[in-house]
């Protein structure tokens, strides 16, 4: 233990010598008990499934690419769900329109 005196500051502080770094690493994003952004993302791969699947499924995966950058739990989620609604909501327009216009 090393005691500091600090006379411009009005007192001793007492400080340790060779402190370890706080466990965790710096630049890994802290979990973020908020998950706004991954039930964005979840809704709009569902709402993918049936209507305008670019548009939604590719918005879902943004919002759950931001949202896994900011450390959320249900990123991975709404980036699987937006990318399977994307996929599947093109295969479904496909045939619907087939049926529609099909020889």
């Not at 500091?4 to 007192?11: A, E, M």
């Not at 295969?91 to 619907?96: A, D, L, Q």
Request: charged content about 10%; some cysteine; overall charge positive.
């Amino acid at each position: 233990m090393v005691i500091n005196r600090h006379y411009s500051h009005g007192g001793d502080h007492v400080t340790y010598p060779n402190q370890p770094y706080p466990p965790g690493d710096p630049y890994k994003p802290q979990p973020n008990p908020s998950n706004t952004l991954s039930i964005v993302g979840i809704v709009l791969g569902c709402v993918a499934f049936l209507f305008c699947p670019p548009l939604f499924g590719i918005g879902g995966i943004i919002c759950g690419v931001i949202a896994n950058s900011k450390g959320e739990r249900l990123a991975k989620t709404a980036i699987w769900v937006s990318a399977a609604g994307l996929v599947v909501g093109m295969i479904i327009g496909f045939f619907v329109f087939q049926g529609m216009y099909g020889t």
